[in-house]
C-alpha cells in the first residue's frame, strides 16, 4: 500500500538522544527499570547495544564480541577477512566461513530481484572514491577498469567455497553487513532470554520486543533538506530493523558532479533516481539495509514493485527530490 504524504511536515520537536547514526534516532527516556548499554566503535561507525531488564554486563561484552567476530569475516578492510581473502586470491577459490557465504549470497538474491542495480562486486569502484581529506573524482582510466569488474553474476560459490571469475572483481558488503551482523546480535541475546533490547550500528536499528513501558520503538526519520536535528516524522516499530540510506551523506562535488556512496553499477556514478532519501521497515536487518540502498539506486516505481516482492519488507518512507514524501507497506509514521 502506498500513501503519499505530500509536501513535507512540520519538523518534529523532539525529545532525543543524538548517536552515531545518520538518518535515523531513538525517542529516547530514562527507563525506570533495570536496563544496560554500551557504546563502542566498530565498523568504522559508532555501535550501541542496549538491554532492558538486565544487570548482566558478560551479556553484553558476548554481544560485542559476536558483533567483532563478524567484522573480522565481513570487511573488506580488515586484512585476513574472508572477504579480504576472496578479493586478494586473484580468481583461486577461497574457503570461508559459512557466515560469510550467508551474506554473499544474500547480496546475489538482492542483485537478482534489482535487476543489478544491487551489485556486491562493486569492491574495485567503491574503494576509489576518497570521502576524507582529498574529495575529488578518481582517474577517469582507473574508473574504467574499475568498472568493466562489476558483475555480481561472476561470484562462484561451490558449498563454502568462493571464487571470482572475474581475477580483477572486488567484493565489498557494506551495504548490507551491517544489517546481517544486527540480525546475529539479536539472535543471540533472543537466545540467552532477552525479551526488550535496541541495538544501532551506525544508524541500522534492530529491536527486539517493544520499549521497556511495553509501548513501540519510536524512531524519527532525518530530513534530508533540513540539518542534522531536523525530522520530518516519527514511525513506531516493534520487534523489526529499520535501515536508512540517503544521498544527503558523505558528499563532495568536484568538476560540477555531487559525488556520494551510493553507486549505480551500470554506470559507476553515483546513483541519480528521484530518491534522495529511504527509510525501510523489514522484519530483519539485512533486508532493510538491502532495500534501502536499492530504493536509492530504482527510483520510487521500480522501488514500489521490489518492496511489494521482497519476503520480509513490511514498510518504507521515502523522501523525493521535490520535496514528496511517500509511505508504503503497513507502518505507523506521523
Not at 193 to 208: H, K, P, Q, R, Y
Not at 237 to 261: K, M, N, P, Q, W
Not at 294 to 299: N, V
Request: proline fraction near 3%; aromatic fraction near 8%.
Amino acid at each position: 500500500m502506498l500513501r503519499k504524504v505530500g509536501a513535507f511536515l512540520p519538523v518534529l520537536v523532539l525529545i532525543i538522544t543524538l548517536s552515531g547514526c545518520d538518518a535515523l534516532t531513538s525517542q529516547s527516556e530514562v527507563s525506570p527499570i533495570e536496563q544496560i548499554s554500551e557504546t563502542r566503535l566498530f565498523l568504522s561507525t559508532y555501535c550501541t547495544i542496549t538491554i532492558h531488564g538486565s544487570d548482566d554486563y558478560s551479556l553484553l561484552n558476548q554481544a560485542f564480541e559476536l558483533l567483532e567476530e563478524l567484522e573480522a569475516l565481513l570487511s573488506m578492510t580488515i586484512e585476513g577477512s574472508d572477504i579480504y581473502r576472496i578479493n586478494q586470491a586473484g580468481g583461486m577459490p577461497v574457503l570461508v566461513d559459512s557466515r560469510t557465504i550467508e551474506v554473499i549470497l544474500a547480496g546475489i538474491e538482492f542483485g537478482e530481484l534489482s535487476d543489478g542495480l544491487f551489485d556486491i562486486s562493486i569492491g574495485r569502484l567503491s574503494r576509489l572514491l576518497d570521502f576524507g581529506t582529498a574529495q575529488q573524482s578518481p582517474d577517469p582510466a582507473e574508473w574504467l577498469v574499475a568498472l568493466v569488474t562489476v558483475d555480481f553474476r561472476q561470484i562462484a560459490i561451490e558449498g563454502n567455497t568462493v571464487r571470482l571469475e572475474n581475477p580483477s572483481a572486488w567484493i565489498d558488503l557494506g551495504a548490507i553487513a551491517k544489517g546481517y551482523i544486527a540480525d546475529e546480535i539479536a539472535d543471540f541475546l533472543i537466545a540467552h532470554g532477552v525479551t526488550s533490547a535496541f541495538i544501532e550500528l551506525g544508524g541500522d536499528i534492530t529491536t527486539i520486543g517493544n520499549r521497556y513501558d511495553g509501548n513501540p520503538w519510536r524512531i524519527a526519520i532525518r530530513n534530508p533538506f533540513g540539518d542534522a536535528d531536523d525530522w520530518i516524522g516519527v514511525m513506531e516499530i516493534t520487534d523489526s530493523s529499520v535501515a536508512a540510506s540517503g544521498t544527503y551523506e558523505r558528499t563532495f562535488e568536484d568538476g560540477g558532479v555531487l559525488y556520494h556512496h551510493i553507486l549505480n553499477p551500470a554506470t559507476g556514478m553515483p546513483a541519480n533516481s528521484d530518491v534522495v532519501s529511504a527509510t525501510v521497515v523489514a522484519d530483519n536487518g539485512l533486508t532493510a539495509e538491502g532495500l534501502s540502498t536499492i530504493a536509492i539506486l530504482a527510483g520510487s516505481n521500480k522501488a514500489e514493485y521490489i518492496f511489494d516482492n521482497t519476503p520480509g519488507f513490511i514498510g518504507a518512507v521515502l523522501v523525493l527530490d521535490t520535496e514528496e514524501v511517500l509511505v508504503f507497506g503497513e507502518i505507523v509514521f506521523r
